[in-house]
């Protein structure tokens, strides 16, 4: 990474979180939330140069996953309940808002943020993840898109996704990193670095029950409108989402600008990610 880095450990909405923090704790502060099957390890590349550019940046490994507490309860994993852990972070570091991004997951999780606690969002970054009315749409009108969903449904059922994931040594989750990125993007070390994640007590279970919780308790904002100054980062050749969902999301709001990386995967973090530090710090400078 480049820079000091602190692991540390922090109660929110009272849950355990891991947390790794870097930057001056006067500096402005940035919020990095990772995605399924990922951990804090997803932003690695991001921190360095964000410390560096004169940012405070808190990176955790959020509920289920990895080192951080792993609820047993599905309705622990609700949005409302994710988005809630965020808010108590960001309050955690003696801060009232701070810049959001996330990818995958954790920009659902941040969409959520934005539309359900908005004075705490001061600028908001999504990468390849869609705005939750955005995509409940392209569910209903777009036969691919159901189509390139059908592992969420798999995941509903109980003990088996657990079964399968681990198989053959989480051979299922490495694909869906290695297969779906472009070549060499991840590494056998890195690869190995993920497997002990995923190998945790619980792992799996507490990150399959997110999709499990997205199911049974289907998120419920009280808007759909995002007024925080949003960038949304797509790369156009994501194997889970249909492209159209980047210009509908970002259709939603208020101050939207829309970035489209061709060539690039659902893993734009890891297959350009000195793209899109570049096209981060662009957007908090411009506050």
Known sequence: ??????????IVNGTRL????????????????????????????????????GYRVLVPDQRGYNRSEKPTAVSAYRGSELSRDIV???????????????????????????????????????????????????LLANPEQLRRSWYAVLFQ??????????????????????????????????????????????????????????????PNPPTDRVDAPTLVVWGEDDAALVPALAVDSADYCVDGRLELLSGTSHWVPHEEPTRLTELLLEHFADG
């Open 1 to 10: 990474m480049g820079v000091d880095a602190r692991s540390t450990y922090r």
């Open 18 to 53: 891991h947390v790794v923090e870097a930057g001056g704790e006067s500096d402005p502060l940035v919020v990095l939330l990772h995605g399924f099957p990922e951990f804090w390890y997803g932003w690695r590349k991001q921190i360095g140069p964000l410390v560096e550019a």
């Open 88 to 138: 108590d972070l960001i309050e955690s570091d003696d801060r009232n808002e701070a810049s959001v991004v996330g990818h995958d997951w954790g920009g659902i999780v941040a969409w959520d943020l934005a539309l359900r606690f908005p004075d705490t969002v001061e600028r908001l970054a999504i990468v390849n993840a869609p705005h939750p009315t955005a995509y409940r749409r392209q």
């Open 157 to 218: 059922l109980p003990w088996l996704p657990e079964r399968v994931c681990r198989y053959d040594d989480y051979r299922l989750l490495e694909r869906s990193l290695r297969n779906l990125a472009a070549p060499e993007t991840f590494t056998d070390d890195e690869l190995a670095r993920y497997r002990r994640a995923w190998d945790r007590d619980g792992a799996l279970t507490g990150m399959l029950n997110w999709y499990r919780a997205a199911t049974r308790y289907p």
